[in-house]
């Protein structure tokens, strides 16, 4: 028998592991798992559960088909309330349908009707307290003292024979969960190291912008859905003499003032900024064509000279920018190729001495305002 259980146990780990492995970090992107996470999550537990219930219930007397407890919990920690509440009607009723019993008092159908009941309360009470790595344990704890006390009540057996039988349950139980929950733990962990090595490869450090990096990938995706954009590449003027004269902590401090300024701008417009250099910037704007995108850069331009940047908790300074624009389908149609078009005309207007938008269309630069 011993052999048979350590089997299941085998089963039981590695259906949960395989089950949990999909929803432990998915692709953001995945709409579907995204929108209804819920239902898929409900569902791929209980149908692990009915095959757990099915497999464990010839051992211990009938009363190990209470494992299910196990997928129902991890149902709720990946899913949620609603994840709980799909993942025990699937586990309960199927068993009831599938597995053959003798009576309605039998301890399979008295531990599926107990489970059904259990997916209710838990959902509406996760609706309060959700679900968590550390709520979990208590959930569990709470969930194995219930069936412990039902089985006391329902299993007609010898005294002996019936402490016998519900003891090797819960040891039964308490090394499969707590094995399960070590390694998931060790998943999560790992999981949110790696999310956060991959949100760190895609942020600017100072300003907490898109990097370089990020914008590109950004844009490879854009440029699927439109080729009406354009790409502006600011500039700060003169921020070597700034970082000479306040020092490069104050410069840094500008700096992240000035992101804030263009990110707080870019956004109420639906487009992206990005940090890509010591003081320069990209943004892009999705449908913009050359008119639209000059509008909104001269707009921000002023927005940035009239602006006083704090250097320290007294002083202030003013800047200004060199904004140069390229625009897709106009001047090319690849991001890369429209970044460096845009960065060489803002090197033009620097050296005629900054503060200007220009346009990579334009023939002469416009005036100083």
Request: proline share 3%; hydrophobic share 50%.
């Amino acid at each position: 028998m011993l052999l048979h259980i350590f089997i299941s146990f085998c089963i039981t780990f590695t259906l949960i592991i395989l089950t949990y492995w999909p929803f432990a970090h998915p692709d953001s992107k995945d709409s579907l798992i995204k929108n209804f996470k819920p239902l898929i999550v409900g569902i791929s537990f209980g149908l692990t559960g009915l095959i757990l219930s099915g497999i464990s219930l010839g051992y211990l007397q009938g009363t190990l088909i209470n494992i299910h407890i196990v997928p129902l919990l991890f149902s709720g920690l990946i899913g949620g309330p609603w994840s709980m509440l799909v993942s025990g009607i699937i586990m309960a009723i199927a068993s009831l349908i599938i597995i053959p019993t003798q009576s309605i008092l039998s301890i399979t159908s008295l531990s599926n009707i107990n489970l059904l009941v259990i997916s209710i309360g838990l959902a509406l009470f996760a609706l309060r307290k959700p679900v968590t790595l550390r709520t979990l344990v208590i959930y569990f704890y709470s969930l194995t003292l219930e069936i412990t006390v039902m089985l006391l009540i329902v299993v007609t057996l010898p005294t002996m024979l019936k402490i016998e039988v519900i003891f090797g349950f819960i040891a039964y139980v308490f090394i499969t969960f707590f094995t399960i929950y070590i390694v998931i733990k060790r998943i999560q962990a790992t999981s949110e190291k790696i999310q956060l090595i991959n949100r760190l490869k895609e942020k600017d450090y100072l300003t907490q912008l898109p990097n370089n990096l990020a914008i590109r990938s950004f844009a490879q995706g854009m440029a699927l859905e439109t080729d009406n954009f354009s790409v502006l590449h600011f500039d700060v003027d003169d921020m070597k003499e700034m970082n000479i004269k306040y020092g490069h902590l104050a410069g840094d401090e500008i700096i992240k003032q000035l992101a804030t300024i263009i990110n707080n701008y870019v956004e109420a417009i639906n487009g992206i900024a990005a940090r890509v250099a010591g003081e320069e910037f990209y943004i892009i704007l999705k449908d913009a064509p050359p008119a639209i995108a000059l509008y909104h850069a001269e707009k921000l331009r002023h927005q940035i000279a009239n602006h006083l940047f704090k250097t320290d908790h007294e002083q202030t300074t003013s800047l200004t920018v060199s904004v140069g624009i390229s625009s897709s389908p106009d001047n090319a149609l690849e991001f890369n190729e429209l970044a460096i078009i845009a960065a060489q005309v803002t090197t033009d207007i620097k050296e005629l001495g900054g503060n200007r938008v220009v346009h990579a269309n334009n023939i002469t630069l416009h005036t100083k305002n």
